[in-house]
């Protein structure tokens, strides 16, 4: 049986809309506690977080919560279920009486109902051993030391020539340096999860429905942790209302769900409050870095260093590994990125969108813009005379890399040329204005991946994979590579992802979830129109199917290196008399090999930078030194931006054509647009007010007394 030749227009490339669009406006979308039918049976679950920065808990007294109406049981470190070790020793939770940061989980209330289970929280009374606490990071701390690695394997420290003799010799030099303070992901959908043990002991199946941006490594280690086989374990992750990595890995809430079912017998749901999320799904760690530039006078950069200090908890390493984009952008013959890490007694930090690059690209593109300055010279004319040919760290040739393109075309979209460069200068009332602009960077990451495609009697083809879409419009995106693949129109696909019952796949992480899942599902519909041409006859009932897994293609070391680029400006206005910042415009042009569906990636590239202006004005958390807590744990003390805050924000790209990364052509989106444009932000109020701030955010306490202190006109 031969296929029916393409009647329809390639769907890739194509702005479809979201395929469960309509489902998520009109509320039929299922998140993971919104089951279409709750169990009459099912209780609810309430945990109960230490109030002491440090410490042990020597008593739980659950008489007064036991009392409360509609309460069941109160899980304490005594009485929860005994666990296996977990490989991350933030799920060991209630598993001992250590309270290694304010914020840990010592007890967990359950209840008839949400009401109950909160008013049976508040009533247990917990004692404590206190210990002494440091939850301060300073650059200079005593406990600070060189970690082995940095986040996702990469090594903490590299080193090309002599870094220090060539900064010494250096015409011209910029040695700066910037602070970040802690940021949280605050999805919209808060971490929650529902749980169900079915069976008898001894063949029991646990099924649980969990806000995650992975159900597989969720599977893998509930299975672990109550001894099970994965195969008796099914998760379901179909709609998740956000992530940004703070659902990239297990988190307490579907430990303490799946305990708390087995402890009582019972289905259990578990929506965690906001305010606690601050302390138990991860945050992006702070960081002090310096840079030091050396530079020929003609704008020539002769050496590089990025030196990053940032913090981790004392129960588990996570270095943020921002001085690894230093490595991939300018050419210089002497260069050096290291990294060095202080364990305090704060939660555990972890991946936030584009973990080490939005952080390190901030302080590199902030020192460029110094150093554009001291000598003189055009920021993006600096950047185009240090493009290097080869990856600077690693000497690989690049499989694309057009960061000039996205340079010269945004500056003709932003109207750059027209900038007069004196900083401090224009005014618009009681208003300075001034522009700014930054370079981006993301790695273009690739996971192992399988997926199966059905074709059906009435024409319809069906894909199966487990991936999960976190809002970024995935599962509209693989149907558009599985009509292309299968040469029918995207109305004939139906979709099915975001559960272990599927394909193995991994989880949405590191921009890489379209082009992992979409090499499998290509290389599965390819396969399925090799067998449907040599098929005879009319299709079966069943349909006729084909598999691929990619983990050998995945496997392979490149001979490139492969990065998505980016460039991003912004115009601000600061207010003299307030010191507020106002962003007027904001414009992101990306290199990102085949955009696969326009609008879908529109909405993350403005979405990523609507981020970033936040990590450049608005948001910040800082950790009380008294108490050991986050000042700022909801969305009252943090702020995130909001649709006011932005008057104009575009995104466009530039064509990349990239056949040395998947079937598609594709680069991942998801990250890129938060990664420069904090410093596009800080350089442009740079521009505005003649004064360099170096810590963000420029929250108007900062800009304030920089306005006072600018030298009179």
Known sequence: MRPTAPTTAPALGAPAERLEGRDKVTGTARYATELAHTPPDCAYAWPVAATVARGRVTAVDTASALAVPGALAVLTPWTAPRLAEPDDPTLAVLQNDTVPHRGWYVALAVAETPEAARATAEAVDVTYATEPHDVTLTPDHPDAYAPEEANGGQPARTERGDADAAFDAAPVRVDVTYRIPPLHNHPMEPHAAYARWDGATGGEHLTVYDSSQGAGPVRSVLARMFGLPEERVTVVSEHVGGGFGSKGTPRPHVVLATMAARHTGRPVKLALPRRD????????????????????????????????????????????????????????????????????????????????????????????????????????????????????????????????????????????????????????????????VAAATYPVLLSPSTATATAHPDGTRTVHVNATDIGTGARTVLAQIAADALGVGLDSVRIHIGSTRLPRAPLAGGSSGTASWGSAVHAACTRLVERLTRHEGPLPVEGLSASADT????????????????????????????????????????????????????????????????????????????????????????????????????????????????????????????????????????????????????????VLPALGSRQPA
């Open 551 to 702: 983990t050998e293609e995945a496997g392979r070391t490149p001979p490139f290196a492969r990065h998505a680029f980016g460039a991003h400006f912004a115009e601000v206005g600061v207010d003299t008399g307030t010191g507020e910042v106002r962003v007027r415009r904001l414009l992101g042009v990306y290199a990102a090999g085949r955009i696969l569906n326009p609008r879908t990636a529109r909405s993350q590239f403005i979405g990523g930078m609507t981020m970033g202006l936040g990590m450049a004005l608005t948001e910040h958390a800082a950790v009380d030194p008294a108490f050991g807590d986050f000042a700022e744990r909801d969305l009252a003390a943090y702020h995130v931006p909001s649709h006011a805050d932005v008057p104009a924000i575009e995104a466009h790209w530039v064509d990349e054509e990239d056949s040395r990364l998947n079937p598609m052509g594709s680069k991942g989106i998801g990250e890129i647009g938060i990664v420069g444009t904090a410093a596009a932000i800080g350089n442009a109020v740079h521009h505005a007010i003649g004064v360099r701030l170096r810590e963000l955010p420029l929250t108007p306490d900062r």
């Open 277 to 436: 999320m601050a302390a138990v799904v991860g945050h992006r760690a702070p960081t002090v870095q310096r840079l030091r530039l050396g530079a020929e006078r003609d704008g020539t950069l002769t050496t590089v260093s990025h030196d990053v200090t940032t913090y981790t908890s004392r129960i588990k390493e996570f270095v943020e590994q921002a001085g690894v984009p230093t490595r991939v952008m300018y050419a210089s013959p002497h260069g050096r990125t290291a990294h060095r890490v202080v364990p305090l007694d704060v939660p555990s930090p972890s991946w936030m969108r584009a973990p080490g690059e939005a952080s390190g690209m901030y302080a590199l593109e902030s020192a460029m813009d110094e150093l554009a300055d001291a000598l003189g010279l055009d920021p993006i004319e600096l950047r185009v005379r240090n493009e290097p040919v080869t990856e600077p760290d690693s000497g690989l040739p690049f499989s694309s890399r057009n960061l000039v393109a996205c340079l010269r075309e945004g500056a003709r979209r932003f109207g750059w040329h027209d900038r007069d460069p004196r900083p401090g200068i224009r005014r618009e009332g009681a208003h300075l204005t001034g522009t700014g």
